[in-house]
């Protein structure tokens, strides 16, 4: 399931699109996890002309024209952020770093446009402390922007900070409650376990979609929050909601295929995960479809997938992606306790958040030393918002422990948010609860 600091899930992409009249540069919306249908330059979306890619290629031809535009400049690297995310193609992101860094030549003082685009680079990178950074220069130089308290919420968050995030999220709400606002504001309730306002802030960003694409997404995220709850009807009908306004979208596509995994449907669920990682071979995704394959007995398939996605990494790794948390939990998860515990002590440097709590406990477990695992996994369940995997990791070090009855507790508790978390790791959770089972 959706873990929340997967590679470009949640980095911070702001989508721009750049009006060919006199050049002038609007900002449509930004969005933390937007998942757009990927689409190059002069495709068609859902039957109409693909934004980003539109965007794209206004602002290069208007740079052709005027190559001192530092706006546009500021909005063509912005949106070749965005670029590599929706595409999966990291070498966007050097060409964003570009862009940005030509805007600021050119108007090196008050460019708080640049400042963000830098701040949502940052972000998808995974370099949140920079982020966070640029993102108060941002704000500090127009308070009114809410691009600038959206990259700083996304950073914040990240970064554990949980207060600042808020804060920085109320004041984007108070100056733009549109589709990137409450997007942000429903991962914000889901962090801390609030299913019922995730749902309506979500709900509220589907009532302000304005284009195909952001409808799709919101029923993508409307879905893996059902998901999420074992909900699997819901999830289906959004999926196929989003599914209409448009079709062979990737983050549909890849809740559908949980959904027919979880249902038992193999062949579509094989299907599923195969166009996922055809249409965006992400690093998450790609682990996800080997898993599931592995999870069927299919053990050479699925070392197939996780060659794939050391090359994936590589690629990643080659455009200043750091990547640490996924490296540690697929580590963890099969059997390399020393790479686990290397890219997990790596990236809890980096950022003190849940997630990198919950990677570093699950490292130190599959090392052997549960001791120290058990207050980090206590730590990464603590807001009340975990997901079924993390409940599941610190029921395994509970039971490591002896702690049987708190292990039960929370072993059962996994199972019943969502009894078909993972094909690999929800048959290990069940197996080890029910050998924990008090006699009759």
């Not at 195909?212 to 699997?232: F, K, N, Q, S, V």
């Not at 448009?246 to 299907?271: M, N, W």
Request: aromatic content about 4%.
């Amino acid at each position: 399931m959706r873990r929340r600091t997967a590679v470009l899930s949640v980095s911070a992409g702001v989508l721009f699109a750049v009006t060919s009249v006199a050049g002038a540069t609007t900002v449509v919306h930004d969005r933390t996890t937007a998942q757009q249908q990927p689409a190059a330059a002069g495709t068609t979306v859902g039957g109409a002309v693909d934004p980003l890619a539109a965007a794209v290629t206004a602002a290069q031809r208007r740079l052709e024209q005027v190559p001192g535009d530092w706006t546009t400049w500021a909005a063509l690297g912005t949106a070749y952020v965005e670029q590599a995310r929706v595409t999966a193609d990291p070498s966007y992101y050097d060409k964003a770093d570009g862009a940005l860094a030509r805007s600021l030549a050119l108007r090196p003082d008050g460019n708080d446009a640049a400042l963000a685009g830098q701040a949502a680079l940052a972000n998808a990178r995974h370099d949140f402390r920079a982020a966070a950074a640029l993102g108060e220069q941002v704000v500090a130089l127009n308070p009114f922007s809410a691009t600038g308290w959206g990259v700083l919420t996304d950073a914040r968050t990240q970064l554990g900070d949980t207060a600042g995030a808020t804060a920085a999220l109320q004041r984007m709400l108070e100056l733009d409650p549109g589709i990137a606002s409450f997007t942000r504001a429903s991962y914000d309730a889901e962090l801390r376990g609030d299913r019922v306002n995730a749902r309506w802030a979500l709900e509220q960003a589907l009532a302000t979609a304005q284009s195909p694409a952001d409808e799709a997404w919101c029923h993508a995220h409307l879905a893996t929050l059902a998901l999420a709850d074992g909900d699997r009807d819901e999830a289906a009908a959004q999926v196929t909601a989003g599914l209409l306004a448009t079709p062979g979208d990737p983050s549909l596509l890849l809740v559908r295929a949980r959904v027919d995994a979880g249902r038992g449907d193999v062949d579509a669920a094989l299907a599923g995960f195969r166009a996922v990682v055809e249409a965006r071979p992400l690093p998450e995704n790609v682990v996800e479809y080997g898993e599931y394959l592995e999870s069927l007995g299919r053990d050479a398939e699925a070392a197939q997938q996780y060659a794939v996605v050391d090359t994936v990494r590589r690629l990643f790794a080659a455009g200043g992606v750091a990547d640490d948390l996924s490296v540690a939990l697929f580590a963890a998860d099969h059997g390399d306790p020393g790479t686990a515990l290397a890219a997990a002590t790596a990236e809890r440097e980096r950022r003190q958040n849940t997630d990198s709590a919950d990677a570093l406990a699950w490292a130190l477990h599959s090392a052997g030393r549960d001791a120290e695992a058990l207050p980090l996994a206590e730590e990464a369940t603590a807001l009340g918002g975990a997901g079924a995997v993390a409940l599941y990791h610190r029921g395994a070090i509970e039971a490591a422990l002896g702690l049987d009855d708190r292990a039960r507790a929370t072993l059962t508790q996994a199972l019943d948010t969502n009894p078909s978390f993972s094909p690999l790791l929800a048959p290990r959770a069940q197996q080890l609860l029910d050998s924990l089972a008090v006699p009759a």
